[in-house]
Structure formats: C-alpha cells, structure tokens
C-alpha cells in the first residue's frame, strides 16, 4: 500500500505528512504552515497545495485525507467557528478536490484523531463504546462503537450548567484564566466527563490534543467510573486518521457520498 497524504486544517496552522497506513505512522516529518490570516477556503487551499506539491514524489496520485475543526456532512461543512466563515455551507470535498486535482476525503479533526486512535492507537481492538475527545483550542469528539464511528458528533457542545462545555472546559480556557491543573480537572473537567458519562455510559474515554502529553498532571483529579487515556498517537493521531479515511473511501467507492445525499433527497419528497 503506498503512502497516502493526511493534512489537519488548524485555527493557526496546517499540517500534513505522508501516512504509512501499514504501520499508522508518518512516512516522512510533516510540513507544518502557518494558516493564513485570512482563512479562506481560497487561500486556504494554496497552502494545501504547497504541501501536495512537498510530498508528491511519496504520495503519487493518490487520495488527500484533510480534517477540519468543524462537523464535515457528506463533504459540506455546515458551520465553523475558527475559520473563514467563507467555508459555512461550501462543499469543501467537491471545492478542494477540484483545485487540487485529485480525490479528497474532509473529515471533522476529532473524527479524524478518533479514526487514528481506533485503528493504530489506545482505542485499538476495544470493544463496546469509545469515545475521543479533544482538548486544544476547542473541544472536539469522536464516537466509536465497537470499531465504527458514528461521525460529526459535536461534544464539545453539550451544554453544562447554562454554558457551552468548550468556552469552560477546553485547555486554552485553562491557559487563558491561567488555571492550575488542580482547578481546571476538578472544577471545569469532572462535571464535562460526569455528564459525558451520564449521557453515554461509554467503555473508554481517550483524551486528545496537545494537553495529553501532561496527562499525568490531571487525570488523578478526575472521579469517574470510565477509565480515562491518554492518546497514544499524540498530535498525529488526526493526520494519521485523516489518511487512513481517504484510503478507505477510496476502497469503498460502492458507498458514495451522492447516494446517501439521493436517498434522503427521495425521503424528503415521500414526507
Ligand atoms: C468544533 C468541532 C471541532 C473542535 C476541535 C469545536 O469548536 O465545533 O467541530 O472538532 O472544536 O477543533
């Protein structure tokens, strides 16, 4: 199998690298770029194909798996709230596939994180219901039950105590009100995965994003029936997944965007 390009579309930067989908690692160091201050989906998509252009001696004419921090329904994003607000709406698989002249897969960044951590990472081989979540800027999820995602869940958007869980919860509300880890993980953390808990009864949380890494400094606070782990993939786990993604539509193309779309066009006319 060769290696198949996976790029993370961030808030402050775009990243990409070559994925060995043998292994579920990179195949080569990623390339990161900074996201241009105007994020459209134009200018946006000229930094994507410097990074196609860096690694097309790896990647061949294969697909691009791309994430972005907003839910992605059948190729459309349908909201988003650290990016141009250009993207609200465009069919960003159709538009980006377009420019880049090759078969595209968009998916959400937790999702994509998600799909790497299930298939090469701490949610490998774990039966029953997983679910992912980010912690970074925002706070994105993934739900995976017994290997199968169930895409564009939105978790970081439940509300907890009349607030949006992410603007109380996600670490760079620790970093901004410049919260010990102690305080964020008992006030702000525990009652986000108490209500998770509550809501899902899931089998494993895994918890993602740059705060992972110091895992150790707050998981101890945490109080709760699900164990909780770090992601094994680290900051990798979204490109990693994002590659694996575009190779599996690649492989399925009998499941076609187009015909989930037609199907619920038909279900609207029987209505
Ligand atoms: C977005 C999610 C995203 C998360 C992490 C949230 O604000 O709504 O779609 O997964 O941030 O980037």
Same mark, same amino acid.
């Given at each position: ?9 961030? +808030?402050?930067?775009?990243? +990409? #690298? ?8 990179? #195949? ?26 860096? @690694? ?13 921090? #907003?839910?992605? /329904? ?24 377009? !420019? ?27 039966? +029953? ?26 978790? +970081? ?18 970093? /901004? ?6 305080? =964020?993980?008992?006030?702000?953390? %525990? ?8 809501? @899902? ?16 400094? @707050? ?12 992601? %094994?993939?680290?900051? /990798?786990?979204?490109?990693?997944? #994002?590659? =694996?993604?575009? %190779? =599996?539509?690649? &492989? ?5 965007? %187009? ?5 619920? &066009?038909? !279900?609207?006319?029987?209505?």
């Amino acid at each position: 199998m060769s290696n198949v390009l996976g790029i993370d579309v961030g +808030g402050s930067g775009i990243k +990409g #690298a070559p994925v060995d989908l043998e292994v579920g690692d990179f #195949a080569e160091p990623r390339l990161r770029i900074t996201t241009p201050e105007k994020s459209s989906p134009k200018n946006v998509v000229a930094v994507l194909r410097e990074i196609v252009d860096n @690694f097309a001696p790896t990647i061949g004419d294969g697909p691009v798996g791309i994430s972005f921090p #907003a839910p992605a /329904r059948h190729g459309v994003i349908p909201f988003i709230a650290n990016l141009d607000q250009e993207w609200a709406g465009l069919h960003a698989e159709n538009y980006i596939s377009d !420019a880049l002249g090759r078969p595209v897969t968009v998916l959400n960044d937790a999702d994509a994180a998600g799909l790497g951590e299930v298939h090469y990472g701490a949610a490998k081989g774990v039966p +029953g219901l997983v679910i992912l979540t980010t912690l970074g800027t925002g706070i994105g999820s993934a739900v995976i039950n017994n290997g199968v995602l169930l895409p564009n869940t939105e978790l +970081g958007h439940i509300e907890i105590d009349g607030h949006d869980a992410e603007s109380r919860a996600a670490s760079s509300v620790k970093d /901004r009100k410049k919260m010990s880890y102690k305080d =964020w993980a008992t006030k702000r953390l %525990q009652p986000y995965y108490a209500t998770l808990e509550m809501l @899902f009864s899931p089998d494993l949380f895994v918890v993602g994003g740059g705060v992972s890494k110091d895992h150790d400094k @707050f998981f101890k606070y945490l109080d709760l029936e699900t164990p909780i782990v770090p992601a %094994q993939l680290r900051n /990798r786990a979204g490109i990693i997944g #994002a590659a =694996w993604q575009a %190779q =599996w539509r690649l &492989e399925h193309p009998d499941v076609t965007e %187009q015909q989930v779309i037609a199907a619920a &066009e038909e !279900a609207k006319k029987d209505d």
